[in-house]
Antibody, heavy 121, light 110 residues
Framework: QLQLQESGPGLVKPSETLSLTCTVS??????????WGWIRQPPGKGLEWIGS???????YYNPSLKSRVTMSVDTSKNQFSLKLSSVTAADTAVYYC?????????????WGQGTLVTVSS | QSVLTQPPSASGTPGQRVTISCSGS????????VYWYQQLPGTAPQLLIY???QRPSGVPDRFSGSKSGTSASLAISGLRSEDEADYYC???????????FGGGTKLTVL
């Protein structure tokens, strides 16, 4: 069974950079041949797509976050990462990583459990 | 303000059939598939419907999806207490070159 696990600091100071990693394990999948996405959910609110990255490194970012987002992938470790710079309280959310298919418009079929990141001094 | 529009809430009694709507535009629902996710309290979203009307294995056939023009619907028949959850529609938007989600619909089983 494919598993995704987010990891990273649960508390980030305003104006600093949020950094999260998603580790893929189990099943017959690795990071190759798929897109991998990040989605967030502020407390009590809906889902927001942050961006997606192909195993080769090609990226798609949410236009509203594009200037602050950087994604990367390490196929040797079966990991992909998210960096969000200049964070504010509005970036406080549960951050999910998820697997997609071979095309960026393919759906998110496996999700991590999510990790809460709070932006506060 | 979400790109896809859903009613904030819906309700029904056990055994009833309920539908949840999702309205978009020609750049998303009108030209691409729609997906539905179920989010039980405190858990990650789970895929409920893919490619507008397909169910992943393990999803009961009480759940069905449809799409017409720039709108889509999720129908749940034989409503059960465990269906109480938040439901989100989603899809790819060609104009934004990105994924868009609905604001979510909280389903209450009375």
């Amino acid at each position: 069974q494919l598993q995704l696990q987010e990891s990273g600091p649960g508390l980030v100071k305003p104006s600093e950079t949020l950094s999260l990693t998603c580790t893929v394990s189990g099943g017959s999948f690795d990071t190759s041949g798929h897109y991998w996405g990040w989605i967030r959910q502020p407390p009590g609110k809906g889902l927001e797509w942050i961006g997606s990255i192909y195993y080769s490194g090609s990226t798609y970012y949410n236009p509203s976050l594009k200037s602050r987002v950087t994604m990367s992938v390490d196929t040797s470790k079966n990991q992909f990462s998210l960096k969000l710079s200049s964070v504010t309280a509005a970036d406080t959310a549960v951050y999910y990583c998820a697997k997609q298919g071979a095309v960026v418009s393919h759906w998110f079929d496996y999700w991590g459990q999510g990790t809460l990141v709070t932006v506060s001094s | 303000q979400s790109v896809l529009t859903q009613p904030p809430s819906a309700s029904g009694t056990p055994g009833q059939r309920v539908t949840i709507s999702c309205s978009g535009s020609t750049s998303n629902i009108g030209s691409n598939y729609v997906y539905w996710y179920q989010q039980l309290p405190g858990t990650a979203p789970q895929l409920l419907i893919y490619r507008s009307n397909q169910r992943p294995s393990g999803v009961p056939d009480r759940f069905s999806g449809s799409k017409s023009g720039t709108s889509a619907s999720l129908a749940i028949s034989g409503l059960r207490s465990e269906d109480e959850a938040d439901y989100y529609c989603a899809g790819w938007d060609d104009s934004l070159s990105g994924w868009v989600f609905g604001g979510g619909t909280k389903l209450t089983v009375l």
